[in-house]
């Protein structure tokens, strides 16, 4: 199965802007046009205003005003058969710029993104389980840095901070074996306010899982996938669920939550609940069955989890992920007719291939009969789609028409 990511502009887009040539909408307006080049690259100002159903005037006066605003850029002209050149209109990279944290269990992202959603600068650190203090103090250092690389004629184009980060990340204390004062630090802070204490820059939050679904919905294979689970396999496992090509959170932030769905039916008088997906399907699972073999940990993020002594169990590992997967992929399929189940994570992308062709094969023990089988497909973005669906979280904010693409969730969670 290939792991080529997805065409930037592929036929079939479903989110297609539309804008207003009536008065009193610029703002809007200049947002749709500006969506518009993002998803389709750089455009002539006569298929701006076919795309956007603006009129070519009114195309004419906001993109002027975007170029003098340092928004967009004019690219070469090409000329065509007859009539004069045309002169095509693209994002300006430098025109804005957002930064994205992922606080995870074990490791702390941090991401510059440019105007056209590019990671320009990257810093990471690893710890055993993060305390609050040390993760602060993490993102104020690495925060200030960024401003020092963009000087102050680029921080006056920095849109703000996007934080994607687990909803409890007090959470599970047996199983990732954390003192419970720890776990309570985590309770009682405001993740989001804090960062904004100690940066004094504009936060936007949102679970990492989640976050790591928009910059799929935004940037991978959400621009030709209307309806889709979303999976990402890290430390543990989770998802995200797009429904019409909007980010759906829930009443509590937990939608697409599927590391907590159980694995099988909880039988009356039986000493526990069956065991949730994340005991199975989670790097911590593939990292205790190496442990208990005597081999390095740590190959479960790299490409010895598929060379020997380590390949016999991460090919177990794989059946059991595999059938938890596919039956949590089932179960939503059947209440949610999805289009797609798309998964990624932070291993390589060939136990990514692997992973899929696994699910695929469990696929086939189940019956479809009376809804669709959707597609398995391998996530287009990778370990860094966290903290790029955090960074896009400001700049939605800001210069995106469809602010209920998944703003609201953000909100939700």
């Known amino acids: 199965m290939s792991l080529d990511a997805p065409s930037p502009h592929p036929e079939g887009l479903r989110l297609r802007p539309r804008g207003s040539s009536q008065g009193g909408l610029r703002q809007y307006n200049e947002r749709v046009v500006l969506q518009a080049i993002r998803l389709h690259g750089a455009l002539?100002?006569?298929e701006l205003a076919r795309l956007t159903h603006l009129t070519a005037q009114t195309v004419s006066?906001?993109?002027?005003?975007?170029?003098?605003?340092?928004?967009?850029?004019?690219?070469?002209?090409?000329r065509g058969k007859v009539g004069q050149p045309s002169v095509p209109l693209g994002l300006n990279p430098d025109g804005a710029w957002s930064i994205g944290v992922k606080v995870g269990r074990r490791s702390l992202d941090v991401l510059l993104i440019d105007f056209e959603g590019r990671v320009r600068e990257r810093s990471s650190c690893d710890y055993a389980f993060p305390e609050p203090a040390q993760v602060l103090q993490e993102i104020a250092d690495r925060v200030q840095a960024l401003r020092a690389h963009l000087g102050a004629a680029g921080c006056e184009r920095l849109q703000g901070i996007g934080i994607a980060a687990p909803l409890s990340l007090g959470?599970?204390?047996?199983?990732?074996?954390?003192p419970k004062a720890l776990a309570e630090a985590w309770?009682?802070?405001?993740?989001?306010?804090?960062?904004?204490?100690?940066?004094?820059?504009?936060?936007?939050?949102?679970?990492?899982?989640a976050a790591a679904c928009v910059a799929e919905l935004v940037a991978g294979r959400g621009r030709s996938v209307k309806s889709f689970l979303y999976v990402f396999v890290d430390t543990f496992v989770g998802g995200g669920l797009v429904i019409d090509s909007h980010l759906r959170?829930?009443?509590?932030?937990?939608?697409?939550?599927?590391?907590?769905?159980?694995?099988?039916?909880?039988?009356?008088?039986?000493?526990?609940?069956?065991?949730?997906?994340l005991?199975?399907?989670?790097?911590?699972?593939?990292?205790?069955?190496?442990?208990?073999?005597?081999?390095?940990?740590?190959a479960a993020s790299d490409a010895r989890a598929l060379q020997a002594p380590w390949l016999p169990i991460t090919q177990a590992w794989l059946e059991q992920a595999a059938a938890g997967i596919a039956l949590a992929a089932n179960s939503a399929t059947c209440l949610l007719d999805l289009e797609g189940v798309i998964v990624d994570g932070s291993i390589s992308r060939e136990l990514l291939a692997e992973l899929l062709r696994s699910v695929n094969a469990a696929f086939e023990r189940y019956s479809w009969e009376g809804v669709v089988r959707p597609s398995v497909l391998p996530g287009a973005i990778g370990s860094d789609a966290r903290a790029i669906g955090g960074?896009?979280?400001p700049l939605y904010a800001n210069f995106a028409?469809?602010?209920?693409?998944?703003?609201?969730?953000?909100?939700?969670?």
């Open 44 to 46: 002539p100002g006569a």
């Open 171 to 178: 959470g599970w204390q047996d199983l990732l074996n954390i």
């Open 249 to 277: 959170a829930g009443l509590h932030g937990n939608a697409g939550a599927i590391g907590s769905m159980p694995l099988g039916l909880a039988q009356a008088g039986a000493s526990g609940a069956p065991p949730q997906l």
């Open 391 to 393: 960074a896009l979280l």
């Open 279 to 298: 005991s199975v399907a989670s790097l911590l699972a593939l990292e205790t069955r190496f442990q208990a073999a005597g081999l390095e940990a740590s």
């Open 61 to 78: 006066m906001i993109t002027k005003r975007l170029i003098d605003e340092g928004l967009l850029v004019k690219g070469a002209p090409q």
């Open 187 to 209: 309770e009682r802070i405001d993740l989001g306010a804090e960062v904004e204490r100690v940066t004094g820059l504009p936060v936007e939050s949102l679970k990492d899982t």
């Open 401 to 413: 028409p469809d602010r209920d693409l998944f703003l609201k969730a953000a909100q939700a969670s």
